[in-house]
């Protein structure tokens, strides 16, 4: 990663569209390709882009690949999801107007070597945003959570234990993009999404590990100053995870 000024093809800018009218999921993906391939080519500066996305079950090409596909997109719409494939790895995320999505584009002469110290770098901004908001967030994986992975964000609080960030990853001959779900409201809905979804995939899944910011902050966290959902408060979210990536990445050359 290489630092510059603002609207220089070599620096670091934020684009936030947590207020703007959402795309189309399949737009949205598209736009992410287009992005990554304009950055990659110098084209476009390296961006931290913030969206509120409408209800999605954003699929990884593995999911494609399993005999229960089919079953899982109609078990998606049967909830009000739009399936579609997404250009990062892992397993089906669910999201919606609750989720704040968080993309980094950026680029690189060999973006495969810096995969691990992105997934850090961004997984470490989320815990510490959340814990600014007076809550325990802790990265790691949870047993049986939805899309594992070792740089999935959790909040432990009195009421229990549950997943409400994860981060997937592309990479192309000369960029990157690190894409994070931070889950700030609406778990009910992406939790019966989900469970659905991952039984059509033969997936195995523990539903409780399905959570929310909000979830935490409702039931007696002790936390001060955690949010619910809503566009204002997915916007303040944002705009500190948003301060806390564009410092950190300013700091570090990537070649």
Same mark, same amino acid.
């Given at each position: %990663? ?29 736009? $992410? ?6 950055? #990659? ?26 005999? #229960?596909?089919? !079953?899982? +997109?109609?078990?998606? $719409?049967?909830? #009000?999801?739009?399936? *579609?494939?997404?250009? *990062?790895?892992?397993? %089906?995320?669910? =999201? ?16 495969? !070597? ?8 961004? !997984?470490?901004?989320?815990? @510490? ?16 959570? =939805? ?21 997937? +990853? ?12 931070? *889950? ?6 992406? $939790? ?5 979804? =991952?039984? @059509? ?31 204002? *408060?997915? +916007? ?20």
């Amino acid at each position: %990663m290489s630092a510059g000024e603002p609207g220089d093809p070599g620096g670091w800018v934020l684009e936030d569209r947590t207020t703007a009218e959402p795309l189309a999921p399949e737009d949205d993906a598209a736009h $992410r390709l287009a992005l990554l391939d304009d950055v #990659g080519r110098g084209r476009a500066p390296q961006v931290v882009r913030l969206l509120r996305p409408v209800a999605t079950a954003a699929f990884s090409r593995r999911d494609a690949l399993l005999p #229960g596909f089919a !079953a899982a +997109q109609e078990a998606a $719409r049967g909830h #009000g999801f739009a399936p *579609v494939v997404r250009p *990062v790895g892992g397993r %089906m995320a669910p =999201y919606h107007r609750g989720v704040l999505v968080v993309d980094v584009v950026g680029r690189s002469d060999d973006p495969v !070597a810096g995969t691990t110290a992105r997934f850090e770098l961004v !997984a470490d901004a989320v815990v @510490a945003v959340l814990g600014d908001l007076g809550l325990d967030a802790r990265r790691g994986e949870l047993p049986r959570e =939805y899309c594992p992975g070792e740089h999935s964000v959790h909040v432990v609080s009195p009421s229990g234990t549950s997943k409400v960030a994860g981060t997937a +990853q592309r990479q192309t001959r000369r960029a990157h993009l690190v894409s994070t779900l931070l *889950v700030l409201d609406g778990s009910d809905a992406l $939790r019966a999404v989900t469970t659905d979804v =991952y039984r @059509a995939l033969g997936l195995d899944l523990d539903p409780s590990t399905v959570g929310s910011v909000a979830d935490h902050v409702a039931r007696g966290s002790g936390a001060t100053g955690a949010p619910a959902g809503g566009a204002a *408060v997915v +916007q303040e979210v944002g705009r500190a995870l948003a301060d806390r990536l564009l410092e950190a990445l300013a700091g570090r050359v990537e070649r």
